[in-house]
């Protein structure tokens, strides 16, 4: 395989993980809203939400680092505005 066709995989990859760490984001977002409204203590898990949205910005920033801005337009996989769900 040539260079071209690896780096086409790689950067396939890096989305695919960018995807799938918002799915985590999503999640997490609605775990913390559902503990929100049970009304327990959602501290926990107001917490990891942040560690994960604080995670995809620091991957969003890498990736268009190393692919461009014009490939990560916040969520790359969806073309979504790449804000992060909030609590």
């Known amino acids: 395989m040539d260079r071209e066709g690896l ?3 790689r950067r ?6 960018l995807a799938a760490l918002d799915q985590q984001v ?6 913390a809203k ?7 203590n959602a ?3 107001e ?7 604080d995670s995809r910005q620091l991957y969003v ?9 014009d490939v990560v337009g916040g969520n790359a996989a ?10």
Do not use: F, N, T, Y
Not at 12 to 17: G, K, N, S, T, V
Not at 63 to 69: A, I, N, V, Y
């Open 12 to 17: 396939a990859e890096l989305l695919a993980r």
């Open 7 to 9: 780096s086409k995989i």
């Open 47 to 53: 917490e990891r939400l942040k560690a994960l949205q």
């Open 26 to 31: 999503q999640a997490q977002a609605a775990r």
């Open 43 to 45: 501290k926990l898990s």
């Open 78 to 87: 969806d073309g979504s505005s790449g804000d992060p769900p909030g609590p």
């Open 34 to 40: 559902h503990v929100r409204d049970m009304g327990w």
């Open 61 to 69: 920033s890498a990736l268009k680092h190393l692919l461009g801005d």
